[in-house]
């Protein structure tokens, strides 16, 4: 489960704290799916920044499978990242020097605990499969199309088998018919794997897919009102 209670994220500012998010509430079970929309300065990213235990919250708690990963020291927040947590963001990120295969492997390398590497090895080339990409598993991002890398930065987010995966605009640099591609093969993927998908967006259509829809307003979370309006800025 993934319990989100009272949360709240300030910024000191010569003026003051300033507040972004205030007593936000989420609960989400695994396989749930919620697409999260706003204005471009509403919290989005700041939110999933905290989902992510990147930054520590300013009041309230965040626990994924039981755990507040902000109790725990910088090592162990690391590693709980590295564990529990999958990313995917608009820019794929991929290592431009590496194959395929070894940007999905990419996460499994600073892993404490390593799983035997042929299986780690063995579970990446079955992601690279589950994401149509088998035959490209030795090209590097260089000769990828942009759905492509998508493809790729999907199954390296699901490599290590978190409890959350976050995701911001994944489809914001693709065009309209890879973007609807990519989403479903998230989405697919997500529930195959039974787990917790977060993903802040401005895309109207990506959101409608989601079973559950939220919109930051006035520095909360909201139920979503059908149809999902496009946010602007």
């Known amino acids: 489960m993934l319990e989100v209670t009272d949360l709240s994220k300030d910024y000191p500012t010569p003026r ?22 706003g204005p471009s300065g509403s ?5 999933l920044y905290l989902l992510g235990a990147l930054e520590p919250p300013t009041r309230g708690t965040i626990t994924l499978g039981g755990q507040n990963p902000f109790a725990l020291g910088p090592a162990a927040v690391a590693g709980f990242r590295n564990r529990e947590i999958g990313f995917i963001f608009q820019d794929h990120c991929l290592l431009p ?25 063995d579970r990446a080339r079955m992601l690279i499969d589950r994401v149509g990409l088998t035959p490209r598993m030795d090209h590097r991002p260089a000769a990828l199309s942009g759905g ?9 987010a699901l490599i290590q088998r978190p409890q959350l995966l976050l995701c911001d605009e994944p489809t914001g640099n693709l065009d309209p018919a890879t973007a609807a591609s990519v989403a479903a093969l998230l989405l697919e993927l997500q529930r195959l794997h039974d787990t917790i998908l977060v993903v802040v967006t401005h895309s109207a259509p990506l959101a409608a897919q989601f079973p559950t829809r939220l919109q930051l307003m006035d520095k909360r979370l909201v139920r979503a009102s059908l149809p999902v309006e496009t946010a602007h800025g």
Do not use: F
């Open 43 to 47: 919290g989005k990213s700041t939110l």
């Open 16 to 37: 003051g704290a300033l507040s972004i998010l205030a007593g936000v509430s989420l609960s989400l079970a695994p396989g749930d799916a919620a697409a999260i929309t």
């Open 148 to 156: 492509e890398k998508q493809r790729v930065a999907i199954a390296r």
């Open 97 to 121: 020097q590496c194959s395929v295969l070894e940007n999905v492997l990419v996460p499994t390398l600073i892993a404490r605990n390593r799983d035997n590497r042929t299986e780690i090895a």
